[in-house]
């Protein structure tokens, strides 16, 4: 294989596999939809293709929302090396928030890095619950944390102690 075939492996640590799946399948369709519909009526083109929008349908269907998370984590490889470079907290024991943070890829990479740093994982309650998970299967539920909410509420109690907030491909899905 190429070093980019290896990269579709999903043994590959940053695998793009679900993400290139996720694409062909349903962003495929979505984007049928709006280039035939959607720019016309101003309808989401997930919403015309699939009847709701992406984050109701995904969580309808579990094995789909599992694959965005794979793909996420996959996708954040690069992104989360660059950010340790330029990036440090502003102090040793800071609280970082991964608002929208999914499994908690991020804030784990980034604990590792600085082994004082505390984080909170905020995301959809389903998905808080299965980042509380896979941050114990890293041995790091001692300093992250993952709460439930929608960024589109009031924050919980718990976020009004974050030192940072960490937002990645969050906002693009939302109007002003």
């Known amino acids: 294989?190429?070093?980019?075939?290896?990269?579709?492996?999903k043994d590959h640590p940053q695998s793009l596999r679900d993400l290139a799946m996720m694409t062909i399948e349903e962003q495929g369709d979505a984007w049928d939809s709006l280039l035939q519909d959607g720019l016309k009526s101003g309808v989401n083109g997930f919403k015309l293709a699939f009847g709701q929008d992406f984050w109701s349908w995904h969580h309808k269907h579990p094995h789909k929302d599992a694959r965005f998370a794979r793909a996420m984590k996959g996708f954040s490889g690069e992104i989360i090396a660059a950010l340790l470079v330029d990036w440090a907290p502003p102090r040793p024991d800071a609280l970082v928030c991964d608002v929208g943070g999914g499994l908690g890829h991020v804030l784990t990479e980034i604990a590792r890095h600085y082994p004082s740093m505390r984080?909170?994982?905020?995301d959809q309650p389903s998905v808080a619950a299965n980042a509380t998970q896979a941050i114990k299967e890293q041995g790091l539920e001692?300093?992250?944390?993952?709460?439930?909410?929608?960024?589109?509420?009031?924050?919980?109690?718990?976020l009004a102690e974050c030192d940072v907030f960490h937002m990645k491909l969050i906002l693009h899905y939302w109007s002003d």
């Open 142 to 158: 001692k300093r992250i944390q993952s709460v439930g909410g929608s960024f589109l509420e009031a924050f919980p109690p718990e």
């Open 119 to 122: 984080g909170l994982v905020f």
């Open 1 to 9: 294989l190429t070093r980019a075939g290896d990269l579709l492996r």
